[in-house]
C-alpha cells in the first residue's frame, strides 16, 4: 500500500503554480512584508505587472536602444555583476572603455597626435556627460577671473530653448545662469547670431545641439564658431563652445562627414554623445570628450587607491555597471564604419517613408527636416476640430506610443507629434503606422462631439442665410444622437471576432 504524506505549511514552494493564493492575494505595496514567498510566485507576480508596461519596440517617443543582437545580450548577462568603477579587479574591461574612447575621438576628429590616448570617459548617459562638461567649462572660467582679479560668483551659459531638460539642470544644481535662445516660428533651433549676441565676459561656454529633441535639427556649429571667433579677437575673451551630440553624434560622422560640427572647429573643446541613442546600445551609456588634456582641468579628476592601484575618476556617481562599456565596444568593432553608415541610412530611409506617407494623407504639416536625426516630427494642419495630443492618445489603442508636445518660447503655440526612427523600426512599421494614424484621424473625424460642434457650425453659417430653415435645439439633438448610434453600431461590427 503507498503511504501518502501531507505536504507541511511551511513547504511552500509546491504552491507557487500560476493562479495560486500568492496571486489571488495583494502583497503589501510600500511596506516589506514579515514572511517570504517562493521565488516563482515573485517572478510570477511581477512579471504579471510589467506586461501592463509599454511595449519597448512601439515606444516612438524615445531616442533609445530597444535592440541588440543575441550575441551582445550574452555579453551584457556575462559581466552584469561586474562593477564599472573598480578598474583594478576589473583591467579589461577599463582597456575597452579606453579603447572606446580613443575611436569615439578619432570619429569626431580629435587632434591626437601619433600613440596620443584621447581625452574622455565613460558616463551613465549624456545627461552626466553634459554635467561633467559644465563643470570643467565652469572651473575653467573661475580659474581664469581669479587670475585676472575679477568677479567669479556669476557665471552663464548660452544654449538655444530647444535645449533637453538637461541643460536646465546642469544649470539650477551648479548655480549658472542659463540664458537662452528663444525660438520663433519655422525655426526651432539655436539661431547662431542672437546666441553670439548675448555672450559675455562671464559666459563659460555656448552649448549648441547637434540633434534638436524638437525637430532632429541640427545646429550651425561651424557658422558659430565663426562668429565666435570674431567676436572672441575684438573683446579678447576665449569663449569656448559645447557641442551636445547625444542624437547626432553617431549618425553625422557617418551620412553627413563633410559636415564641420566636432573638433575639427578650432573652439568646439568638448562634445557629449549618447552611446544609448544612435551608438546602438542599451540605455546606461554615454561618453563625454574633451579636445585635450588642457580643456579639462585636473582639479576636478580624484585619485583613489583604496580598491588596488592608483585609478583616477572623474564622474558624478562612483559604482555601476560594466555591462554597457562592454556592449559599446562590441557595436564600434562589430559594425565598424560600414555596418553604422548602412544602419543610419536606413534609418533615414524609413523615416523618408513615413514622412511621404503621412504627407499624402493630407492632413499634417511636417516640422522636421531634411538633414538631421531620422525623425519626423509634424502637426496637424487644421487642429480647430481635435488636436495632436487626441491623436497621440488614440494611437495608443493600436500599441504606439507617439508623444504631442508644444514648443518652447517663443513658438509655443506649435504643437507637434514626433515619431523617431531606431534601428529596429522597419519599413513595414512605417507603413502600418501611416495606416492607423488615417484610422485614428477617421474616427476623431465621426466622434459625436465634434459631430456637434461642426452641426453647430452649420447652423451659425444657416442662420446667415434666408433661404435656410434654423434648426431647432431637439432636431440638432436627434441628429447627433443618430449620428452617435450609427458611431458605435459600426465599431461593433469592426470588433467581432473571427
Known amino acids: 500500500m503507498v503511504l501518502s504524506k501531507t505536504t507541511s505549511q511551511m513547504d511552500e514552494s509546491v504552491h507557487s503554480t500560476f493562479a495560486s493564493r500568492y496571486v489571488r ?47 551582445c545580450d550574452k555579453l551584457i548577462m556575462d559581466s552584469i555583476n561586474k562593477n564599472y568603477v573598480d578598474m583594478d579587479e576589473y583591467p579589461v574591461t577599463t582597456e575597452l572603455q579606453n579603447r572606446c574612447v580613443n575611436i569615439i575621438a578619432h570619429l569626431f576628429n580629435a587632434p591626437l597626435g601619433e600613440g596620443e590616448a584621447a581625452v574622455g570617459v565613460g558616463t551613465v548617459g549624456s545627461s552626466e556627460a553634459i554635467m561633467l562638461a559644465g563643470l570643467a567649462f565652469k572651473r575653467k572660467w ?4 581669479k587670475a585676472m582679479g575679477k568677479p567669479y560668483d556669476k557665471p552663464n551659459i548660452v544654449t538655444g530653448a ?12 551648479f548655480e549658472v545662469e542659463l540664458k537662452e535662445v528663444k525660438l520663433r516660428d519655422g525655426y526651432y533651433v539655436m539661431d547662431p547670431e542672437k546666441a553670439v549676441e548675448m555672450v559675455d565676459e562671464n559666459t563659460i561656454c555656448v552649448a549648441a545641439i547637434l540633434g534638436s529633441t524638437l525637430n532632429g535639427e541640427f545646429e550651425d556649429v561651424k557658422r558659430l564658431n565663426e562668429l565666435l571667433t570674431e567676436k572672441n579677437k575684438t573683446t579678447g575673451w576665449d569663449t569656448s563652445i559645447h557641442v551636445d551630440a547625444a542624437s547626432g553624434g553617431f549618425i553625422a560622422p557617418f551620412i553627413y562627414p563633410d559636415l564641420e560640427w566636432d573638433f575639427r572647429l578650432p573652439l568646439v573643446k568638448s562634445i557629449n554623445v549618447s552611446g544609448h541613442k544612435y551608438g546602438l546600445v542599451y540605455a546606461g551609456i554615454g561618453w563625454a570628450l574633451w579636445r585635450s588634456k588642457e580643456d579639462l582641468p585636473e582639479e576636478l579628476i580624484f585619485h583613489i587607491n583604496y580598491l588596488g592601484a592608483d585609478q583616477p575618476t572623474f564622474t ?8 554597457q562599456v562592454i556592449a559599446q565596444y562590441y557595436q564600434l568593432i562589430r559594425l565598424g564604419h560600414e555596418g ?84 529596429d523600426f522597419s519599413r513595414t512599421l512605417a507603413e502600418r503606422l501611416v495606416s492607423d494614424v488615417e484610422k485614428v484621424l477617421h474616427e476623431l473625424d465621426n466622434l459625436p462631439a465634434r459631430v456637434c460642434m461642426k452641426l453647430a457650425g452649420s447652423e451659425e453659417t444657416a442662420g446667415k442665410d434666408d433661404d435656410v430653415v434654423k434648426k431647432t435645439a431637439i432636431e440638432v439633438q436627434k441628429e447627433i444622437t443618430t449620428t452617435w448610434r450609427k458611431f458605435v453600431a459600426n465599431r461593433k461590427k469592426t470588433k467581432g471576432v473571427c
Request: hydrophobic share 40%; with cysteine; aromatic share 10%.
Open 25 to 71: 492575494h495583494s502583497l503589501p505595496r510600500f511596506k516589506m512584508q514579515e514572511n517570504s514567498i517562493p521565488k516563482e510566485a515573485a517572478f510570477q507576480i511581477i512579471n504579471d505587472e510589467l506586461m501592463l508596461d509599454g511595449n519597448p519596440r512601439l515606444n516612438l517617443a524615445s531616442f533609445v536602444t530597444t535592440w541588440m543582437e543575441p550575441e
Open 142 to 145: 573661475q580659474n581664469k577671473m
Open 162 to 173: 530647444n535645449v533637453q531638460v538637461c541643460w536646465e539642470k546642469f544649470a539650477r544644481y
Open 316 to 323: 558624478l556617481n562612483f559604482s555601476k555597471g560594466s555591462s
Open 340 to 423: 553604422y553608415k548602412n544602419i543610419m541610412e536606413n534609418c533615414q530611409e524609413n523615416a523618408k517613408v513615413l514622412k511621404e506617407g503621412l504627407e499624402k494623407t493630407g492632413r499634417f504639416n511636417i516640422v522636421s527636416k531634411e538633414n538631421g536625426v531620422p525623425l519626423v516630427a509634424f502637426s496637424l494642419k487644421d487642429n480647430s476640430l481635435h488636436t495632436e495630443f487626441e491623436v497621440s492618445e488614440l494611437l495608443r489603442r493600436f500599441g504606439w506610443i507617439v508623444p504631442a508636445y508644444t514648443m518652447p518660447p517663443n513658438a509655443e503655440h506649435v504643437t507637434v507629434l514626433r515619431v523617431v526612427i531606431r534601428e
